[in-house]
């Protein structure tokens, strides 16, 4: 999530996401999608409303069933440099096509900046910055025989913390709190600004590895690098992510259009405009201090490489 959202002006946040929303509702069009279809729907209600009343739809033109209200809770948790866009595009885009209405959807992070958490209650969440193996267990526990179904995107802990520098010391997101005081990665080079991210996102990397070290029924590790690694990985990941949090409660046209249209935020296919991404030159010149992290501090990182599955680096 990008916390200089939170301090931008209405009319500032309105602009950066309807933007976004018509040329997406643009491209639908182009791919075939009729007035009628649940994606269309979900931007008629979104943002049309923002600048023409939508159209009138008949009652089985409405909305879809809402699978979250009679199966399970649904929880999408990610953390910082682990694909945190990419799995509020992927919430809000199936939530949407599913006919969530605003107070389905429930947000959190952490911490909670002004205005970024709402809806405790709501059946279909995302956390960000916040879940692990208690919150999990927690989670559990609140959810009672009704159950939870987690998707928790996954990324190799080194790359995070590689990834984190060369985006902050940028200077993106400078109100991000985790690297207070705000301008300091602006002044530290490789080798320490390394150490200082590793340090700062010591207990965050701890919670995203204790959460997803061990197979759980009810959680489906998203894999960052398939993910992200090619189109093909895009679809594989996403298409088992669906018949995970799904299963057979969902037509198969249903699940298509959700497939189809989750594939715009495929950057192999639709590469960003933004700045979000790093440049790779500066990811593998900080990598090279990776050994150069204070012992114990690499130790630490190592062990949750391991513990998740990454050959320790």
């Known amino acids: 999530m990008s916390y200089v959202f939170l301090f931008l002006s209405p009319m500032q946040k309105a602009a950066q996401w309807l933007l976004p929303c018509l040329l997406l509702c643009a491209a639908w069009s182009c791919s075939g999608f009729t007035d009628e279809s649940n994606a269309l729907n979900f931007v008629q209600r979104k943002v049309l409303p923002r600048v023409a009343p939508p159209p009138k739809l008949s009652t089985a033109q409405s909305g879809p069933m809402e699978p979250w209200l009679i199966q399970h809770k649904y929880i999408f948790a990610c953390h910082h440099k682990a694909g945190v866009y ?34 405790p209650e709501a059946p279909f969440q995302i956390w960000v910055d916040l879940y692990s193996y208690e919150r ?70 701890e919670n995203m590895t204790s959460a997803f070290e061990q197979p759980f029924n009810d959680t489906f590790h998203l894999d960052y690098e398939k993910v992200t690694g090619s189109s093909q990985g895009f679809d594989d990941q996403v298409e088992e992510m669906m018949s995970f949090l799904f299963q057979d409660h969902l037509p198969s046209e249903q699940i298509s259009l959700v497939l189809n249209i989750t594939q715009f935020v495929d950057l192999h296919r639709f590469p960003s405009t933004s700045n979000h991404t790093n440049d790779e030159e500066c990811e593998d010149e900080v990598r090279k201090y990776v050994p150069s992290l204070p012992p114990e501090l690499l130790s630490r990182y190592r062990s949750f490489q391991e513990r998740l599955g990454y050959a320790a680096t």
């Open 86 to 119: 990419l799995m509020e595009d992927l919430f809000k885009i199936v939530s949407g096509v599913l006919g969530a209405k605003d107070s389905d959807m429930g947000h959190w992070i952490q911490p909670c900046y002004p205005g970024a958490c709402f809806f």
């Open 136 to 205: 999990a267990q927690e989670a559990r526990e609140a959810a009672g025989a009704k159950g939870i179904r987690v998707v928790g995107i996954v990324r190799d802990p080194m790359s995070m913390i590689v990834s984190a520098y060369c985006y902050h010391h940028r200077g993106m997101e400078p109100y991000n709190i985790m690297f207070f005081p705000e301008g300091t990665l602006l002044q530290l080079g490789p080798k320490e600004g390394l150490k200082f991210v590793a340090e700062r996102m010591l207990t965050l990397v």
